[in-house]
């Protein structure tokens, strides 16, 4: 029973003719309430919700606009707050110094708002109100700046129209033949409560109930309201503050149902299954959220179930694909045009990039930012793309690549051209800064719109609303006119307009469930209520005091200012007030874990009393209502006929039945069936198919195989971890590039490592062709020639901030002195090859001893290999012998360089031994090398030299004859070393128990050749 419902009904009764008049604070409520008296069986003329800016308007606007006033966007408010407060002086200011944070101009406009429907003007505001002298000053300016604004544009506010209604009671339409009443307890603002009472007609004061044990708000007690005693056997609710008092009344069968979830998603679907098992339709039940997220929670679950939803509160905009795809592009211009977070935007979906339209997918252009390396800054998406654009079309035209992969290379070619093209564009279309770090706020507005219309997606109805919507809520940004500011400043008045907008709020409708706030419920009378979201710390914000006036201001300035203590009062009277006058079955229920932040969560106050009101037991604990409750509810229903699809009826079907369900979904998922037996066969001790063991690839991977060529790299590789040897070389697996730059390093160790190359190259080879040796007389040249590098590489990949890019150059430019130092001083050997390249395209390469043939090395016994590399030093040391190098830039671990070829993983000293002299032999007659060198040039190396002599033919031959046996057999098992998984591209194919279940399979004998590899130490 609704006490004021029953109220109109009465009225409605008793003056079946006569104007009766209701205040209510939206037209939702007062078209809801009609609805349900006509529903409920009383027939209305007369009757007529408004709302008190209603009459407002009819009494105040006329003379408004006669005196050529018009009014403001009510809408632009928080907006127009920022450009206010970004005008005031920044120096000595109180609030303007936080402009930049997300929330201020919000709690600003709200402060506003609030003083100026309290009849409170700038004069009002005295100084000795306020602790801070700056503070007082600058909200002075402020309130004063927005009124000036309004004179200037001839704009009336709400409370100017109210201030002037007032002034003319003669054009109310209230007549005093008529009678009116208001919502009970309903908290309206000064303005308001003096144009209410102004009416004139006979008054009914509201009825409401008297709550048990709770006080009315301080600011409530001004309205007069009748109020009454509530039944516990009809409205059990409104005893939820006072269970011992309703079980002392009567003794009652309560309506009340509880339950907990292991989860907000959980909560959710278990509520559906409920109003599915309650066999009633849907406009029946209303779910009331204690949060904006559960409601949007109850849409998605009802739009993937196909049930018509309305929503009270609507859906914020930035939930929505257009919504979150303007805040994605403020990110993205906020973090610098990053890279990572624009691949971030592009795989989430809410941008329309398509095939027809683009000639690209969004997949497709994030993943080719991702190969492309682009980093920070607007410059980097043109050079990235560009330089892999480049990288592209070279190998669409190298003749040594197999036609498959020309003919890859080329499409690649064309996408990556159309990416670049559309990503530039875009940064394009975002103003540039003046000298003054300025942008004129309307250009923002332009290109915003403009990313709007063409680059946001819509999926579904409420998508297009939104986007519509957001249009005109931009649009609105205009009214701000000509101004400029920071570039990141225009950007918080794009984000407010997103986060402050709400689409498709609705009230409730014939046949659609209803999800609305806790403080919006009760007004459709439904039969049953669903009360979500009841963890601790959700339902009712903390008591904190306003961030603009604190408490102990408010009460100086006016005693109809909300304080802090009264905001918590008036959200738990609101909330109770609609609760008692409900006569609904209510289930009341929260979630007892965040999924989202992996921690338990704790049932409100709300919560623990309504169980004890079910239990007719005020001293009841929350450990005794969790004890009760049971097991948390899940996504999985405990009946399978309660499933509310298909996916949840096949979960219950199989959970807990061991065997013998996953048979049942064996037969019909044949998929899921080999997935269950594969991953079986690898927990076993056989060395099995689905661990690598592929007999038939063998031949077709034979690295002696005639036209076969490998890198030494990729030999060594295979012996490291034979499986990823054969994803990639035998199955043509390339990983998806999801690498995200970190900020904290600007050149990641292989970009590194290839720039000292580069760098150590050019040195030697200057010296080369003048015939002497390096001398610290070219550390100037040097240093130039690094520098000059290292600026290159920051404009194509830009270092996120200054500390990193000067901290990284530094430690870089130490290491290339440390090799200058080091090569002056080396007077044993001269460098005769450098970077000397075989086996692939030499393209502009003029190193003398380069070719693009591979060198083929003949072991005897028919191990016999084709290979190709790049030796990155061949160093003469006697008349013709020589010695490899090969840099090593990161740290010395002794450890880690023990013996001549740790298990076929280090091949380069003696098969880039043997290239070399076959490489020598167009130069020198009978050259030989001697050892090889692998040399820690670093400072972080500590410059060490790892010599390993040059080992026997017969050696290398038994070391290679088992790598290849290992491959012809088809051994490709995962390594059983968990270190060599760390930075591997393809730990996405493994998963976590790779390792131990590889090791396990070590004794199976079909492993001889990769036991026999592991023995070469
Ligand atoms: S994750 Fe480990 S086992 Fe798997 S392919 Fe990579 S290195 Fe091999």
Same mark, same amino acid.
């Given at each position: 029973m609704d006490t004021f419902v029953d109220q109109l009904k009465s009225l409605c009764v008793v003056y079946p003719t006569r104007a009766k008049w209701v205040f209510v604070p939206t037209h939702a409520i007062g078209r809801t309430l009609g609805e349900r008296l006509v529903l409920e069986g009383t027939d209305w003329v007369n009757l007529r919700f408004v709302t008190p800016l209603d009459l407002a308007l009819r009494m105040g606007a006329p003379f408004l606009v006669e005196r050529g006033i018009h009014p403001s966007e009510e809408g632009l408010g928080p907006a127009l707050m920022m450009r206010l407060l970004l005008d005031?002086?920044?120096?000595?200011?109180y609030f303007r110094p936080l402009?930049? /944070?997300?929330?201020m101009a919000q709690a600003l406009w709200t402060t506003v708002c609030e003083l100026r429907m309290a009849g409170?003007?700038?004069?009002?505001?005295?100084?000795?109100?306020?602790?801070?002298p700056a503070k007082h000053a600058e909200l002075v300016a402020l309130l004063s700046a927005y009124e000036h604004f309004l004179d200037q544009h001839n704009r009336g506010d709400i409370a100017a129209v109210y201030e002037e209604a007032v002034? /003319?009671?003669?054009?109310?339409?209230?007549?005093?033949q008529d009678c009116w009443t208001e919502l009970p307890d309903t908290n309206w603002s000064p303005l308001q409560s003096l144009l209410i009472d102004s009416m004139r007609g006979e008054r009914f004061h509201p009825r409401a109930f008297e709550l048990f044990g709770v006080r009315v708000p301080r600011r409530l007690m001004s309205r007069k309201t009748e109020r009454l005693m509530a039944d516990v056997t009809t409205?059990?609710?409104?005893?939820v503050m006072s269970p011992a008092s309703a079980s002392a009344r009567t003794s009652r069968k309560s309506k009340i149902a509880l339950f907990h979830a292991g989860g907000r998603e959980a909560e959710i679907e278990e509520v559906f299954r409920r109003i599915l098992a309650t066999?009633?339709?849907?406009?029946?039940v209303e779910i009331a959220c204690a949060s904006d997220a559960h409601v949007a929670l109850v849409w998605e679950k009802a739009l993937r179930h196909n049930w018509p939803v309305t929503l009270?509160?609507?859906?914020?905009?930035?939930?929505t694909r257009p919504g979150r795809a303007l805040i994605g592009l403020c990110d993205w211009v906020e973090t610098d045009f990053s890279a990572s977070h624009f691949r971030r935007l592009l795989q989430s979906?809410?941008?329309?990039?398509?095939e027809e339209g683009e000639g690209f997918t969004a997949g497709q252009a994030a993943r080719l930012l991702g190969r492309a390396e682009a980093g920070w800054g607007r410059a980097t998406y043109g050079l990235a793309l560009g330089r892999l654009h480049k990288s592209y079309e070279s190998r669409a035209a190298d003749?040594?690549?197999?036609d498959e992969d020309r003919a890859d290379a080329l499409v690649k070619v064309e996408v990556t051209a159309r990416v670049r093209n559309w990503i530039t564009a875009l940064v394009a279309s975002l103003p540039e800064p003046a000298p003054d770090g300025k942008v004129p706020l309307q250009t923002v507005v332009s290109a915003v719109l403009d990313f709007l219309e063409r680059t946001t997606t819509r999926g579904n109805a409420l998508d297009y609303r939104a986007a519509a919507a957001l249009q005109d809520y931009v649009v609105?940004?205009?009214?701000?006119g000509a101004f400029s500011c920071a570039l990141s400043e225009s950007l918080r008045f794009i984000r407010e307009r997103v986060q402050s907008l709400y689409v498709a709020a609705e009230r409730p409708r014939p046949g659609h469930l209803y999800a609305c706030r806790l403080s919006q419920s009760g007004y459709a009378g439904r039969a049953h209520l669903f009360i979500v979201g009841l963890e601790e710390g959700r339902v009712f914000s903390s008591s904190t005091e306003d961030a603009v006036l604190l408490d102990d201001e408010r009460g100086r300035i006016s005693a109809d200012l909300r304080l802090s203590t009264d905001r918590i009062d008036e959200a738990v009277y609101a909330v109770l007030m609609r609760l008692a006058v409900s006569a609904a079955s209510a289930t009341f229920s929260y979630s007892c874990r965040d999924t989202r932040e992996f921690r338990e969560t704790y049932a409100s106050w709300l919560m623990l009393q309504a169980f004890r009101l079910h239990r007719g037991d005020?001293?009841?604990s929350y450990n005794q209502m969790k004890a009760t409750l049971g097991e948390p509810k899940s996504a999985?229903?405990?009946?399978?006929?309660?499933?509310?699809?298909s996916g949840g009826w096949w979960l219950r079907s199989v959970v807990g039945t061991g065997d013998e369900g996953i048979k049942v979904l064996s037969s019909a998922f044949t998929g899921v069936a080999h997935g269950w037996t594969a991953e079986g066969r690898r927990e076993s001790a056989e060395f099995t198919e689905f661990d690598g063991?592929?007999?038939?690839a063998g031949p077709v991977l034979?690295?002696?195989?005639?036209k076969t060529v490998f890198s030494v790299t990729e030999l060594e590789k295979a012996a490291e971890c034979p499986f990823r040897f054969f994803l990639k070389c035998g199955l043509g697996v390339r990983p998806v590039d999801e690498r995200e730059r970190d900020k904290?390093?600007?050149?990641?160790p292989l970009t590194r490592g290839s720039e000292l190359h580069e760098v150590y190259a050019a040195l030697l080879r200057r010296a080369r062709d003048e015939n002497r040796r390096p001398n610290i007389d070219d550390g100037a040249w040097l240093i130039a020639l690094a520098k000059e590098r290292l600026e290159k590489l920051n404009e194509e990949m830009p270092a996120a901030t200054v500390q990193v890019l000067e901290g990284e150059s530094k430690d870089f430019l130490a290491d290339v002195e440390l090799f200058l130092e080091a090569e002056s001083s080396n007077?044993?050997?001269?460098?005769?090859?450098?970077e000397v390249s075989f086996?692939?395209?030499?393209?502009?390469?003029?190193?003398?001893?380069?070719?693009s043939e591979a060198v083929e090395v003949d072991l005897g016994n028919g191990i016999r290999f084709q290979i190709a590399g790049r030796i990155d030093r061949i160093d003469q040391v006697g008349a013709a012998s020589f010695k490899v190098l090969d840099y090593k830039t990161g740290g010395f671990w002794?450890?880690?360089?023990?013996?001549?070829?740790n298990r076929g993983r280090r091949l380069q000293h003696a098969l880039y031994g043997l290239a070399a002299v076959e490489l020598l032999k167009a130069r020198y007659t009978n050259p030989e090398v001697t050892a090889g060198v692998y040399y820690f040039s670093s400072r972080k190396g500590r410059q060490e030299r790892v010599t390993i002599p040059a080992p026997a033919k017969a050696a290398i031959a038994a070391v290679l004859a088992d790598l290849r046996d290992l491959i012809i057999n088809g051994q490709f098992i995962r390594t059983p070393d968990e270190d060599d998984c760390?930075?591997?591209?393809?730990?996405a194919a493994c998963g976590g128990k790779v390792n131990r279940q590889a090791a396990e399979k070590l004794?199976?004998?079909?492993l001889g050749a990769y036991r026999r590899l592991a023995a070469h130490v």
């Open positions: 005031l002086p920044q120096e000595r200011g402009a930049d /944070h997300p929330t409170v003007r700038p004069e009002a505001l005295k100084p000795e109100v306020f602790p801070s002034k /003319h009671p003669d054009w109310c339409p209230i007549q005093a409205n059990e609710l409104a005893f066999g009633v339709s849907l406009d029946q009270g509160p609507g859906i914020s905009a930035a939930f979906g809410d941008l329309g990039v398509s003749q040594d690549a197999s609105e940004l205009r009214a701000l005020a001293t009841l999985v229903p405990e009946d399978r006929n309660a499933a509310l699809s063991y592929v007999p038939d034979d690295p002696c195989a005639p904290d390093i600007w050149l990641d007077l044993t050997s001269t460098p005769t090859g450098v086996g692939r395209p030499l393209d502009n390469d003029s190193e003398p001893l380069a070719r002794p450890d880690k360089w023990q013996g001549s070829f760390t930075f591997c591209d393809y730990i004794p199976d004998s079909k």
